[in-house]
């Protein structure tokens, strides 16, 4: 018998103190207070971003055994299927107080993609023009000889690829070869039918003046030499 009187006494002490809250709150609010945005909302059973009056009601005769936790999950703050008087406290100082917003999560810091380099192309050599006629005097080697030889190049340039022909005192035929900025290459053939034969011959252009060096062979045996020839 006592047991029940005990329990009799504190399920009244219970029920006057959320009686209590229940009378504070309805006179404490009038107007409830609304927030913005996202919200962390403690009794706001109907999920308006709000806690009002009626869902304090609710919440106090969930805790009376009136109805379940299940009715309000907002109320229920720590998920343990009861809604206890620390919960309708929460729900009450959010009704006067308005619900604490959310934090916002702070957004993770984007990869700015870093530009590749392009790489710088290599200047192509200015092709020098050396269409025309050429004249000179050129110093040749042969066996144990020296002497000069005047010749002429007729040269005809098109794009880098170099033609023509040339005459000398020494004999005639035709050229071929390459023009690569002021660097000029080209083969003599030599086509006199007494003495045929080739030579290599390696130029440097320096604006209407062309320097010379060459080595081959011809009827007479092996020659080399240098020598200048200009512009005509």
Known sequence: ???????????????GRLLAIYAGTLFALSTPARSAGAVVCPGDCSGDGMVAVN??????????????AGQCPAGDTNADQEIAVDEIVAAVNAALNGCVAAPTPTPS??????PSR?????????????????????????????????????????GSNLSGAFESDGGSGTLAGKVNGN??????????????????????????????????????????????????
């Open 1 to 15: 018998m006592a047991l029940q009187l005990l329990k009799a006494a504190t399920q009244q002490r219970k029920t």
């Open 55 to 68: 869902e304090i009601v609710l919440m106090v005769n969930i805790a009376l055994g009136s109805g379940t």
């Open 109 to 114: 810091p984007s990869l700015t993609a870093i």
């Open 118 to 158: 392009t790489a710088t192309p290599s200047p192509t050599p200015t092709t020098a023009g050396i269409t025309g006629d050429w004249s000179g005097t050129i110093t040749v080697h042969s066996g144990g000889d020296t002497f000069d030889l005047d010749l002429i190049f007729h040269f005809v340039q098109s």
């Open 183 to 232: 660097s000029v290459t080209f083969r003599l053939t030599i086509t006199d039918p007494e003495c045929r034969g080739s030579a290599n011959v390696q130029g440097t252009l320096n604006g209407d003046s062309l320097g010379l060096s060459f080595s081959g062979s011809n009827c007479g045996g092996g020659f080399n030499g240098q020598g200048n020839v200009t512009r005509a």
